[in-house]
């Protein structure tokens, strides 16, 4: 039996600061995945949002705010949050309804309005929250984490601020064509490294911003795709062959944001795969395909040097390898792995639950050769990753 | 609370910036709670259920955590923290903080002592637990555990 479902559309709200409500750039996204996907919005039988912590009560019932803004059609309705890990998380309650038969047409939708500057946890004293704790008691930044994973792979495996530097020239160039990115302007190395450390080895370039953003995906059965056998083209819809959204197993020994420290490793036998490892393991496990099948990655690049780590994470290559990678342009558009062909966070910001979704958007894009100005030659296969807080793991599998 | 302000000859007061995570005096340590089944140690202290899941334990005892490590990755703050940090100067003064994996297997993030920065630390570099003071506020100096390169600065030129 096939676990696949389709993505019959989808669609995005450019990145950027737009200072309007998220429900303008989520219903923005919603119709455009609803007219590249040929269904009406009244054949949606399900909407599930993405949460955004940031606005208000309309954001925690994300799924029915989106719902109502489009006008109420009687859907079932559903709201996801796992931080950063969102999108895929909705992904996956779309698709369970889906397979379980429960309904034949789901829509998606992410959306945010992000503050400036760091992205600090909500006000009010909270002791007992690690999020809070980090800030008051060690002044631990994102980009502080971002800075001690950099800082590992510098002196592990011999990385330098120069290679961190020209992950942001690559990815800068990715996006120069993205209709949706923010950032569309090339960037040097020199660019990188002259501007200001912010959490050494980090400089400014090297960490990515928040934005304003929205993406939205209609996914439906197989069976639906093939009834409705909308302008697929020769090679039928694109297909979602794994979601992975897996926690962490104990001792998780690796130390993720937002925490102040790990479990002990010397209670159990630590597992061979670290966290991270496991979101893609997960994935391709459900998928039945094999690392090498992959043809383009969208990873979470809150940092560069981050991007460098998903690479190895997702068996791409070998652990202490990516530079090497990179460094021979295998990562780039015309490369043997393009990784981040949309331009990734370096190119749009952060938009929190938004931005797992946007990642599918562009590997649907990809897939289908609609990427203009970026395109991945013969695209097949195509992975995205992220991580959310707290232990969210995110990653997707298609494939045409 | 205190109120030093009434008292011109009473010392200041020095306390934990939190309750409980760390001891102070001459040899300060961080405080863990073992779980009293599986032997697993917790930081930050914990109480209720073992969160090793082959456990069903619900008891713990505080025990002190190894005063010394080693570095797992470090890296500084240039800029000042969003609240609730409370900066302890201004202006603002950068300071660097550390990941340090103890004999426990537990890796404990913390700031570097003060005067230490990114350039007196490296992967693996042993360090230890000392108390320092975090910010002072209306209830006096507020303390925290600190890293400290054991090799005191400038001993390692020879190397």
Known sequence: VSRDVAVLGVGMHPWGKWGRSFVSYGVHAARAALADSGVAWEDVDFVVGGETVRNGYGGYVAGATFAQALGWNGARVATSYAACATGAQALDTARARILAGLCDVALVVGADTTPKGFLAPNAGERWDDPDWLRFRLLGMTNPGYFALYARRRMDLYGATQADFAEVKVKNARHGLHNPNARYRKEVSAEDVLNSSVVSDPLHLLDICATSDGAAAVVLTSMDYARRHGLRQGGRGPVRVRAVSTVTPTFPNTVIDMPLLSTDPSSSEPVETLTFKESIGAAAYEEAGIDPGDVSLAEVYDLSTALELDWIEDLALCKRGEAEHLLRAGDTTVGGRIPVNPSGGLACFGEAVPAQALAQVCEVTWQLRGQAEGRQVEDARVGITANQGLFGHGSSVILSV | ?159
């Open chain 2, 1 to 159: 609370m205190t109120d030093a302000g009434t008292t011109p000859t009473a010392a200041p007061a020095v306390t934990p910036a939190i309750d409980g995570w760390f001891t102070t005096g001459e040899a300060p340590a961080l405080v863990a709670s073992r779980c009293t089944t599986c032997e697993s140690v917790f930081f930050p202290p914990t109480e209720g259920f073992c969160r090793n899941p082959a456990c069903e334990g619900e008891a713990f005892e505080a025990t002190e955590l190894s005063r010394r490590g080693t570095v797992w990755s470090y890296t500084d703050a240039q800029y000042q923290p969003p609240p609730p940090y409370i900066p302890a100067a201004d202006p603002y003064v950068p300071f660097a903080l550390a990941a340090v994996e103890l004999p426990e297997g537990i890796v404990v993030l913390g700031q570097l002592a003060d005067g230490y920065g990114v350039g007196d630390v490296r992967v693996g570099t042993e360090v230890e637990v000392v108390v320092e003071t975090l910010y002072t506020d209306e209830s006096g100096e507020r303390t925290i555990w600190r890293w400290k390169p054991v090799t005191e600065l400038g001993q390692e030129v020879d190397q």
